[in-house]
């Protein structure tokens, strides 16, 4: 008896710590750029990760790692989260050091379906120069 709510225990540390980052996927990849205003690119060295989506009653929350890969301290930056066009979140990042990264969660108070992922829109701002990813569709499907 003792063995089995052990195990039990295990299996349920293991199903619900691994779907946390379930999503490695190269971020390269999995986001494109929509607009920017970087001629020094400088913000293209601040990674954002794939979102993950969770599920709230009457919406999405999405959890979201953005990563300073830059050399220099990077001070003064927002992000904003838009969603069709309206903006749900905006967050000032706190200063990072080079490969430190910041997690947050933004919640979304609209039914969202898989196709709505494209009605996304994550900006970057530090100053005037900006710069603005949207999720990208996969080549080989027309929807999720």
Same mark, same amino acid.
């Given at each position: 008896?003792?063995?089995?709510?052990?195990?039990?225990?295990?299996?349920? &540390?293991?199903?619900?710590?691994?779907?946390?980052? &379930?999503?490695?996927?190269?971020?390269?990849?999995?986001?494109?750029?929509?607009?920017?205003?970087?001629?020094?690119?400088?913000?293209?060295?601040?990674?954002?990760?794939?979102?993950?989506?969770?599920?709230?009653?009457?919406?999405?929350?999405?959890?979201?790692?953005?990563?300073?890969?830059?050399?220099?301290?990077?001070?003064?930056?927002?992000?904003?989260?838009?969603?069709?066009?309206?903006?749900?979140?905006?967050?000032?990042?706190?200063?990072?050091?080079?490969?430190?990264?910041?997690?947050?969660?933004?919640?979304?108070?609209?039914?969202?379906?898989?196709?709505?992922?494209?009605?996304?829109?994550?900006?970057?701002?530090?100053?005037?120069?900006?710069?603005?990813?949207?999720?990208?569709?996969?080549?080989?499907?027309?929807?999720?």
């Amino acid at each position: 008896m003792k063995k089995g709510i052990l195990l039990l225990a295990f299996l349920l &540390a293991i199903c619900c710590g691994s779907g946390l980052y &379930a999503q490695n996927v190269s971020c390269k990849s999995y986001f494109e750029v929509v607009e920017t205003n970087d001629e020094n690119h400088r913000l293209d060295e601040v990674a954002i990760y794939p979102p993950v989506f969770g599920t709230l009653p009457e919406g999405k929350r999405l959890k979201i790692k953005v990563c300073n890969n830059d050399e220099k301290k990077l001070k003064k930056v927002f992000f904003y989260v838009y969603y069709k066009n309206k903006r749900v979140s905006k967050l000032l990042l706190p200063d990072l050091k080079k490969g430190e990264t910041y997690e947050f969660c933004v919640n979304i108070h609209s039914k969202m379906t898989r196709k709505d992922r494209q009605e996304l829109l994550f900006k970057i701002r530090r100053g005037k120069t900006y710069i603005s990813y949207r999720i990208a569709q996969p080549h080989n499907k027309k929807g999720y």
